[in-house]
């Protein structure tokens, strides 16, 4: 007489794998990552079709190649030590040197990479530029750049917001940072 192979009840399968998802969904918390801290630009639709001329010498051009090499103000710069200082006087030129910027409101800090560039390059001249303006406004606030920093970072309290609305007072952070290229690797 043939045997007749035991069957596994599958009826409540469904279910259990319902519990799990249930139970996994509920019990995973997803980190919350803080990013880089920049103020993107208005969605398309939001943006007005007003078009300003800027000139070219209120603009500083950097620019990094899919090999990391830099290119500031059209003129390749092997090492980064230099490159705050001249952001800085970019910034401040208030009209002084013809070929620099008019004043500190229409000073652009132009920043354009390739689609190659390594995000450690990018970083490290991202925060030069930043690190560039929070000295000027440290220096118009007659404090440090760290104590400038420690400002920005609790402007709840009113001497942090005096200190931070001093340092900023007519001098936008106007960082342009371009869609990158698409050569490169």
């Not at 035991?6 to 249930?22: G, K, V, Y």
Request: proline share 7%.
């Amino acid at each position: 007489m043939p045997r007749s192979t035991p069957e596994i009840p599958n009826a409540s399968m469904a279910d259990i794998a319902f519990l799990l998802l249930t139970f996994f969904l509920v019990t995973t918390t997803i980190a919350n990552d803080r990013g880089l801290s920049i103020q993107l630009p208005p969605p398309p639709e939001a943006q007005q079709d007003v078009e300003v001329k800027i000139q070219e010498h209120n603009m500083f051009k950097i620019q990094i190649n899919s090999s990391d090499a830099l290119l500031v103000e059209g003129n390749p710069m092997s090492d980064l030590s230099g490159l705050k200082e001249e952001i800085k006087k970019f910034i401040l030129n208030k009209g002084a040197d013809p070929l620099s910027s008019d004043s500190p409101e229409k000073a652009i800090v132009s920043y354009k990479t390739d689609r190659g560039t390594s995000h450690k390059k990018f970083i490290e001249v991202l925060d030069l530029i930043q690190a560039a303006y929070y000295d000027v406004y440290a220096e118009q606030a007659g404090v440090t750049n760290a104590r400038f920093r420690e400002a920005a970072s609790d402007l709840n309290n009113p001497t942090n917001r005096q200190i931070y609305d001093k340092g900023r007072q007519g001098i936008p952070m106007q960082v342009s940072i371009a869609e990158p290229t698409k050569v490169g690797n």
